[in-house]
């Protein structure tokens, strides 16, 4: 295939392969050597297999074979087809199969050199994302400490760098100074100068590389995010140019975070140093997620907090130098966060009505990767969960593009803790019930958004698995929150009860329940109604009865089963059976009082136990250590007035 390609111009007529021909045998060259040095089937036919002792010999002389051949043939394929980055793409995927002690022993040096020539003329001339990012990737590869070569590759690395970063600091000096919005040239400068630290960032430590050059690089950085939080629809900066600093940014920031996590000694000054940067980084990302023009880069700014938020979390805190890094996010800046996800994620398909279908699609990534991304935030607490019922509401309405997500989420923060996730369910679900009440008129029972308002209830339910032990307290929890709910201001209230139809949404928790939770729940129904609602409830009137019904429907769900559950005693074999039947054997039954009052006793007992149980913001004790300060677990419900 080396041979066709080179002496393609020499062939005639059917023989020679035209530029898409040329493609076609470039891709299958490359794909037949990763199949050759690693003995996989290609992809999409068969999964990873084991190679046997025979096979595995095979391959290491077949990746022999196709380095010698490949160190002295590709540089002349990638001077042939340097300007086409099709071609180029794929070709600089080759040496990362290469076995690199070849070049010493084989006495092939000599061809480094070119190679290496002719990659720093493809990070020059070409702008495609995905072609930098591969020969990035590559020299990463051929920069292996083990080898002879590394030395030459280390010194190639650090110019290129070097080299880039001064680029970028040279073209944005200039660019500020245009006055006026600039042309397409200027703006094509800029962003190839940024694709080039953007794609050598994801590869490279540049920080550990040449310090004073990283810190040249971050001011550069902050300075065109800056700029970006100025801008304006009539004269913005280009979504590009600011959408790639940003991108960049993230992967400078992690490098730094990760100079000094691996240091032996954290040096303080570099801590406060970072500190400092990641509290300028904050602030800007912030603005530019809340206020910027273009939706593209409020969406990669608020990624990036996203992530920043996740890097300098609590887990810091485990080495007791590096805790000054950990980051807590205000209270505005979570509200601000869970604003966004509800209005730039949640949307209408309407809205993007005159999209192609390739647009949408990628509108939908781009969305779903944002709410996972929030996600992460609540699991892990970064984010109080409280600010998830946003999120938790949409579970049903939003199934179809993020009904995975957000189960997942739901799912993660059970773990974290059942009873303040039960909690987050009632307020998600007191909100939906919330947007029924129109103009103060009742809710319609019947209608199709209550329904869905039942129906996410139940899907909440199906949540909590099958073990009623494990999810006993949560469960209780959840009743009451929202009876609370329901009942709130009921003396001044008269009938009909503005919030009684909740219970009906209640209700769908209670298969959950325990038989004597159920008990304790129902007594604890009977105590909140007041006496009057009691007496017209007596007098038997139908109105009365209608604007109840909710009532009695919880009721009735609470007392579904209990003639049919088992023996309060105890499991009962036949013989067992036998003796009671003939007399041999007295049983004692307990009144439904004496059931109710155990049960009270227990869940009370349940509710101290936890409470010593949980550490610090309702976590448990594996979570709690990662947390600072005395908040009860009522805090992370409490309202951010």
């Not at 308002?453 to 006993?472: C, E, M, P, T």
Request: aromatic share 6%; net charge negative; charged share 25%.
């Amino acid at each position: 295939m080396t041979a066709i390609l080179m002496k393609n111009d020499e062939a005639v007529g059917d023989d020679q392969l035209d530029n898409r021909g040329e493609s076609v045998m470039v891709d299958i060259m490359v794909c037949t050597a990763k199949q050759a040095c690693d003995g996989q089937p290609p992809v999409g036919r068969g999964g990873p297999r084991k190679l046997s002792g025979k096979e595995r010999a095979v391959v290491r002389e077949d990746r022999t074979r196709l380095t010698t051949h490949f160190i002295q043939n590709l540089p002349l394929l990638l001077s042939r087809y340097l300007n086409d980055p099709e071609k180029v793409g794929n070709l600089v995927q080759i040496p990362q199969y290469f076995d690199l002690e070849i070049y010493t022993t084989g006495r092939l040096e000599k061809f480094l050199d070119p190679l290496l020539k002719l990659l720093s003329e493809v990070v020059d001339r070409h702008v495609d994302s995905d072609v930098l990012k591969t020969t990035a990737k590559t020299l990463q590869i051929l920069n292996n400490e083990e080898y002879a070569i590394h030395s030459k590759i280390d010194v190639f690395l650090n110019t290129i760098l070097d080299n880039i970063s001064a680029e970028l600091k040279q073209t944005w000096n200039e660019y500020r100074c245009i006055k006026g919005t600039p042309d397409q040239s200027q703006v094509y400068k800029m962003d190839k100068s940024l694709k080039n630290i953007e794609a050598f960032l994801v590869c490279h430590d540049a920080p550990k590389r040449n310090p004073s050059n990283a810190d040249d690089l971050y001011v550069t950085l902050i300075d065109i995010m800056q700029r970006a939080t100025r801008e304006t629809v009539d004269n913005p900066l280009a979504e590009g140019v600011t959408n790639r600093a940003i991108a960049a940014m993230e992967y400078l920031v992690v490098w730094s975070l990760a100079g000094i996590i691996e240091a032996t000694t954290p040096d303080a000054e570099a801590i406060k140093r970072l500190r400092e940067r990641l509290g300028a980084v904050v602030v800007v990302c912030s603005q530019l997620s809340a206020n910027h023009p273009w939706e593209s880069v409020q969406q990669e700014a608020y990624v990036l907090l996203c992530d920043v938020l996740v890097h300098f979390a609590r887990q810091l805190a485990n080495n007791v130098a590096l805790g000054d890094l950990v980051y807590a996010p205000p209270m505005y800046l979570q509200k601000q966060m869970a604003e966004f996800i509800e209005v730039h994620v949640f949307i209408d398909e309407s809205v993007e009505e005159g999209d192609d279908e390739s647009t949408k699609i990628e509108a939908l990534h781009r969305r779903r990767n944002i709410l996972a991304c929030f996600g992460k935030l609540l699991v892990y607490n970064i984010v109080k969960m409280k600010f998830g019922a946003d999120i938790f509401k949409m579970y049903l309405k939003f199934y179809n593009d993020y009904g995975d997500i957000i189960k997942f989420t739901i799912t993660k923060c059970c773990e974290v803790d059942k009873v303040v996730c039960a909690k987050i369910m009632n307020r998600s679900l007191n909100q939906l019930y919330k947007e029924q009440l129109v103009d103060g008129k009742l809710v319609e029972r019947t209608s199709e958004s209550f329904v869905q308002v039942k129906d996410l209830a139940r899907a909440f339910s199906q949540l909590f698995g099958l073990d009623h032990i494990k999810s006993r307290e949560a469960i209780a929890t959840l009743h009451t929150e929202g009876i609370l709910f329901a009942l709130i201001h009921r003396q001044e209230q008269p009938i009909p009860h503005p919030n009684l139809a909740f219970l009906e949404v209640l209700a769908e928790f209670s298969p959950k329940l325990m038989k004597q939770d159920k008990k304790a729940i129902l007594l604890h129904i009977d105590r909140q109604i007041p006496a009057r609602w009691k007496d017209l409830e007596a007098g038997g009137s139908d109105g009365v009865d209608q604007q109840l019904a909710p009532l009695n429907h919880y009721r009735y769900s609470l007392l579904h089963g209990e003639s049919e559950g088992p023996h309060r005693g105890g499991p009962r074999g036949p013989r067992m059976a036998t003796l009671i039947k003939k007399g041999g054997l007295k049983v004692k039954r307990r009144t439904p009082e004496e059931d109710a009052k155990i049960a009270e006793e227990v869940l009370s007992t349940m509710r101290k136990q936890s409470a010593l149980r949980r550490g610090p913001l309702g976590l448990a004790p594996e979570y709690s250590s990662l947390h600072g300060g005395s908040t009860v677990v009522t805090d992370e419900l409490g309202d951010n007035s």
